[in-house]
């Protein structure tokens, strides 16, 4: 039993970054940053800087950051790939 429910909240840590990734993907294209800003993703992005992530927790925020700085600036192309 202790073996699904630590295989759920793995799901949920997986669902997290790959959440992230595909925004960062997303933020690259410069025609889906006003879609993503309509979609609220800042306010989605913003409570993953400061929630407890056991694993990767300085690469997960890291790309939170490039993210926030890519929408925020308009820079897509001034940040590398997180």
């Not at 006003?34 to 800042?42: F, Q, R, T």
């Not at 992005?45 to 890519?70: A, E, I, K, Q």
Request: with cysteine; net charge negative.
């Amino acid at each position: 039993m202790a073996r699904v429910c630590r295989g759920v909240f793995e799901q949920y840590q997986f669902a997290r970054v790959n959440f992230v990734q595909e925004v960062a993907t997303m933020a690259t294209k410069p025609d889906l940053i006003d879609v993503m800003h309509e979609e609220g993703v800042i306010h989605q992005l913003h409570p993953l800087l400061s929630d407890n992530v056991r694993r990767d927790v300085c690469f997960f925020s890291f790309c939170v950051c490039c993210l926030l700085f890519r929408m925020v600036w308009g820079h897509a192309h001034a940040v590398t790939d997180c």
